[in-house]
């Protein structure tokens, strides 16, 4: 026999033993698939039920569907409609009880102009109670004799000034038919006719207001008695009475209010005060160039041009054209020009000079705002509201600029609190190289 070589048996026995781990191999790879099978066919799929109701996904919150500019006008027009309802009904609360609210307005406007007397009476050692009685009965007479001169000299001048506008309508109607217009006799007598038509027709809303005037009147004496009422607690207990309206007033908020009281009727005194003095020095100043016109009635004009006054801009521009029209009708065209440049010459320096020196910033509203003010008060309120809207809108711009500054210095003071509140952090040491 013969023998094979050692390399090749040796390279034989390589070959045999590769084979022996290919045919491994080749059997875990099978074993792997058949295992792999055999999990894919016991994972069978699950059993639809058709009848179940379908699931439908989760839709995302409708609110963060809408723009945000949107949800800012939603949130802020719903906020506004509450404030508009409680304005309302606020507003309807008022008319309700209109009377007793301008009574009250108008003992706050005399109170504050009454007050800073009785306060020198008590400097000057008088005690609190005749101080205000003294000054309370001054004032009342000084109106009262105010309101009974002015009566008196109409009912004076009533005839003379009844001749004195006949003889202006005659000199009109002379005027009228030489002028450019053309205007016959016939069509002014057709006007005369119209209107006395016109009267007649109307009779009984003439009878009906003359009762309603009567009304009118003793609403009137009611509202008097209750500012003379209203006026003499203000003035003996004003203290009291804002120290008890400050317990209604949250806890939270009641410094604010408190610093703002003195404020707002510091405001009020000084509008009611410096009111006074320009209206005076209109009638004063108006009531002398129309006296030296010779226009009729000179005095009781000045007194209504003084009481006008006080409804601003609207009572300026109202018994300024009354001085002018009883001018016209009574002395002429000439007398009517020569009033009215009187007039919006004294109006011009009140406006530029007297309200900015006398008023003060204090009390400076623009005169958008005192439009605004002056005609929403006469909307609600007449003649009382407008009086009283200016001096409210004042006295509000006070208050509100207080409570803001003293919001913002609380928020100042709390900020610097919790900074000195917080402890330092401590310096971290550097790293030892």
């Known amino acids: 026999m013969s023998r094979v070589p050692g390399w090749l048996g040796r390279l034989g026995a390589g070959l045999t033993e590769m084979g022996e781990r290919l045919d491994e191999r080749r059997a875990e790879v099978e074993k792997e698939r058949a295992g792999s099978e055999t999990s894919a066919s016991e994972a069978e799929p699950p059993t639809v039920d058709y009848r179940a109701p379908v699931v439908v996904p989760?839709?995302?919150?409708?609110?963060q569907a809408v723009p945000w500019g949107v949800r800012v006008a939603a949130e802020a027009g719903w906020r506004l409609l509450i404030l508009a309802g409680t304005l309302w009904v606020l507003m309807r609360v008022i008319s309700a009880?209109?009377?007793?609210?301008?009574?009250?307005?108008?003992?706050?406007?005399?109170?504050?102009?009454?007050?800073?007397?009785?306060?020198?009476?008590?400097?000057?050692?008088?005690?609190?109670?005749?101080?205000?009685?003294?000054?309370?009965?001054?004032?009342f007479v000084i109106m009262g004799l105010i309101g009974w001169f002015v009566t008196w000299q109409v009912m004076e001048n009533i005839d003379n000034l009844s001749d004195q506008i006949q003889d202006?309508?005659?000199e009109l109607r002379k005027w009228l038919l030489h002028s450019p217009f053309h205007v016959t006799d016939k069509q002014i007598n057709q006007i005369a006719?119209?209107?006395?038509?016109?009267?007649?027709?109307?009779?009984?809303?003439?009878?009906s207001a003359g009762l309603e005037g009567v009304t009118v009147?003793?609403?009137?004496?009611?509202?008097?008695?209750?500012?003379?009422?209203?006026?003499?607690?203000?003035?003996?207990?004003?203290?009291?009475?804002?120290?008890?309206?400050?317990?209604?007033?949250?806890?939270?908020?009641?410094?604010?209010?408190?610093?703002?009281?003195?404020r707002a009727w510091g405001t009020l005194t000084a509008y009611v005060r410096g009111t006074v003095i320009v209206a005076l020095i209109d009638a004063i100043f108006i009531g002398l160039g129309i006296y030296f016109l010779n226009v009729p009635m000179a005095v009781p004009l000045a007194v209504f041009i003084f009481l006008f006054a006080f409804i601003p801009l609207v009572?300026?521009?109202?018994?300024?054209?009354?001085?002018?029209?009883?001018?016209?009708?009574?002395?002429?065209?000439?007398?009517?020009?020569?009033?009215?440049?009187?007039?919006?010459?004294?109006?011009?320096?009140?406006?530029?000079?007297?309200?900015?020196?006398?008023?003060g910033r204090a009390v400076r509203v623009h005169p958008l705002a005192v439009v605004l003010s002056v005609t929403a008060g006469g909307m609600i309120a007449g003649i009382g509201g407008a009086v009283v809207a200016v001096?409210?809108?004042?006295?509000?711009?006070?208050?509100?600029?207080?409570?803001?500054?003293?919001?913002?210095?609380?928020?100042?003071?709390?900020?610097?609190?919790?900074?000195?509140?917080?402890?330092?952090e401590p310096a971290q040491e550097a790293p030892v190289s």
């Open 58 to 63: 989760v839709r995302p919150d409708p609110a």
């Open 97 to 139: 009880v209109q009377l007793v609210v301008l009574a009250f307005a108008t003992a706050l406007l005399i109170t504050a102009l009454l007050q800073p007397t009785v306060a020198r009476l008590r400097r000057w050692g008088l005690p609190r109670g005749p101080a205000t009685a003294l000054t309370a009965v001054l004032g």
């Open 168 to 170: 202006g309508i005659d």
């Open 193 to 207: 006719k119209n209107l006395r038509e016109a009267i007649g027709a109307n009779t009984d809303q003439i009878t």
């Open 217 to 262: 009147v003793v609403e009137a004496l009611t509202g008097i008695l209750l500012t003379v009422f209203c006026t003499l607690f203000l003035l003996y207990d004003g203290r009291r009475i804002w120290e008890w309206t400050l317990k209604l007033v949250p806890a939270a908020a009641r410094p604010g209010v408190a610093g703002a009281g003195p």
């Open 315 to 359: 009572g300026a521009v109202a018994s300024g054209a009354l001085a002018v029209v009883v001018a016209l009708v009574t002395q002429g065209v000439f007398t009517a020009v020569m009033t009215l440049a009187v007039v919006l010459a004294v109006q011009q320096i009140e406006g530029h000079i007297l309200q900015p020196f006398i008023l």
């Open 391 to 424: 001096p409210l809108v004042a006295v509000t711009n006070t208050a509100v600029g207080y409570l803001r500054s003293y919001s913002q210095e609380q928020a100042r003071r709390l900020a610097a609190a919790q900074a000195q509140a917080e402890p330092e």
